[in-house]
């Protein structure tokens, strides 16, 4: 797989590789030209003068080999064969001008298919990719797109005046950039933005830092005076010591008088003996700052950049039946997005506000699944490089199938011909298949009648209920017909498939197909 320079789709070259690529005659011309231009200095010599050899003033194509004037004329002879060789300027580029086609390789192309817009030539319209194709004469051909481009440059160079104002407004662009220094006045902005929320962050460090190392403070003279209390307690120390020599008072006016006050202490730290709890915790789990969300928040920062082109939902190409298939484009070719970020949502009319579903994606399409039946869903994309993001494209709003999606593949056993149906490998896309059998069986009955219809089924039937199906027939095809019939009309079908009903009477619905053309 490599991208095109041409088209810029990404390209499968197959087994053949660039053997299955034309060759580019007009830009081997172009080269020709111009190497032969920074040969003007440097002769090419003739091959069959003696030495020592002259200068050559033509090449023989058919021979591969520069002559001299009178060289020429001695292998050229007037009167032979050689004399009608075709001869131009002096070269080294012998290869032959001649377009043979890449899938026929011992065949010229001498048509030109309008479907796929490629020169072929008359065996792929026969009986290859290109035989439903609708193809012209090389002739035909030449002359449309010679005038197309024509036309297209003969409108650039009237508009020369135009390019040149465009330039102008670029290089004062690019002078305002360099030298008035934006991208500086840029980053200074980013800088300032970022050094306010380092402030904030500074403020609310302090201030948790000085709660922590207050609540310590608090926490340590609690657990002191508490174990300073209970030192107390101990045989000859503070209160138990203090107790101990009051009772050793013989006064009994005196030791009442202290004894009393001295119990209700001693009863006190009995009962704290007894419920002992730590006056304060050790552990600062209280204090755990929670920054999930703050984190959650500074990841999902990005700066809005107008050099990251906005992303394009392409609705052509995007589908949704119970599943959705979201395909998007860029419209410049530079500073394309590393990753994006698909949203969707579905619109409820009980609930405004709905949250978007979001979804990363790497490439430019995504398949959605488990979507309501009947709803409508809006999608939106934007684009990230680095840290960088696009604006949101442009919401589109698609709406699901208003019943269940009936999914079948293609029966290749039930009645398939494959004489005459071509069905690919997946059992997903079927077309006829083209060539003389086809031509040999048609009939014309009358005007605005057509050929010979094959049909193929489904591999599921329908019982009872409301379902949604579709098929998607190519645009180059002449007729198909889809409809939904019964085991004993199918077996019919199989048996008489010779069909010659209009255009006018095709059914709209179904799971049967008749077809001389590509369906899917």
């Known amino acids: 797989m490599f991208p095109c320079p041409g088209c810029q789709h990404d390209i499968d070259l197959g087994e053949r590789g660039i053997n299955g690529l034309f060759r580019n005659l007009t830009l ?38 520069s002559y001299c004037n009178e060289c020429f004329k001695v292998h050229h002879p007037w009167g032979t064969l050689k004399a009608q060789h075709e001869y131009v300027g002096p070269t080294t580029n012998f290869r032959p001008k001649i377009l043979m086609c890449p899938e026929h390789e011992m065949e010229r192309v ?19 990719s290109h035989a439903n194709h609708r193809v012209t004469t090389m002739s035909t051909a030449y002359k449309t797109l010679k005038e197309k481009l024509s036309k297209d440059i003969e409108y650039l160079i009237s508009k020369e005046s135009q390019v040149k104002a465009h330039i102008s407004q670029l290089d004062l662009l690019l002078k305002e950039t360099e030298v008035r220094c934006n991208g500086e006045r840029a980053k200074e902005e ?16 302090s201030a948790a ?47 009442v008088q202290t004894a009393k006050q001295l119990h209700v202490r001693i009863q006190k730290a009995t009962e704290s003996l007894k419920s002992f709890r730590p006056a304060a915790e050790s552990s600062f789990e209280d204090f755990v700052v929670d920054t999930a969300k703050q984190e959650q928040i500074l990841s999902d920062l990005s700066f809005y950049s107008n050099g990251l082109e906005i992303p394009e939902i392409n609705e052509e190409q995007s589908r949704i039946y119970n599943k959705a298939v979201i395909s998007w484009e860029s419209p410049g070719k530079t500073d394309a997005a590393d990753i994006y970020v698909l949203e969707y949502r579905k619109f409820n009319r009980e609930e405004e506000n709905v949250m978007w579903q979001e979804i990363e994606v790497c490439s430019k399409s995504k398949v959605i699944s488990d979507l309501d039946d009947d709803s409508s869903y809006a999608f939106r994309v934007r684009g990230y490089k680095g840290s960088i993001c696009s604006p949101w494209s442009k919401e589109v709003i698609l709406h699901t199938p208003p019943a269940p999606v009936f999914s079948f593949l293609f029966d290749d056993k039930c009645g398939y011909n494959s004489e005459r149906l071509l069905l690919n490998p997946r059992r997903t896309a079927v077309e006829s298949r083209a060539g003389f059998p086809l ?12 050929t010979t219809l094959d049909y193929i089924i489904g591999d599921t039937g329908i019982a009872k209920g409301k379902h949604f199906w579709a098929f998607h027939v190519e645009a180059y095809s002449y007729l198909v017909k889809v409809g939904v019939v019964s085991s004993a009309k199918i077996q019919k079908l199989f048996h008489n498939t010779h069909d010659v009903t209009s255009p006018s009477n095709m ?7 008749a077809l001389p053309a590509p369906c899917h």
């Open 28 to 65: 081997e011309t172009i080269v020709e030209r111009h190497r032969q231009a920074a040969r003007a200095a440097i002769a090419i010599m003739c091959d069959f003068c003696k030495p020592p050899p002259q200068e050559s003033t033509k090449s023989c194509m058919d021979c591969s080999a």
């Open 439 to 450: 031509l040999l069986g048609a009939e014309r009955i009358q005007v605005g009648c057509y």
């Open 190 to 205: 980013a800088s300032q933005s970022f050094e306010k929320l380092i402030h904030v962050l500074e403020e609310k460090k």
């Open 209 to 255: 830092l000085r709660a922590i190392e207050a609540s310590k403070n608090l926490r340590l003279d609690k657990l002191r005076t508490q174990a300073e209390e209970y030192q107390g307690l101990l045989e000859n120390n503070g209160l138990v010591g203090y107790a101990q020599e009051v009772l050793k008072e013989t006064d009994q006016s005196c030791f």
């Open 110 to 128: 001498n048509m030109y298919c309008e479907i796929c817009r490629r020169p072929v030539c008359h065996l792929c319209k026969l009986g290859g």
């Open 507 to 513: 059914a709209c619905a179904g799971c049967a197909v």
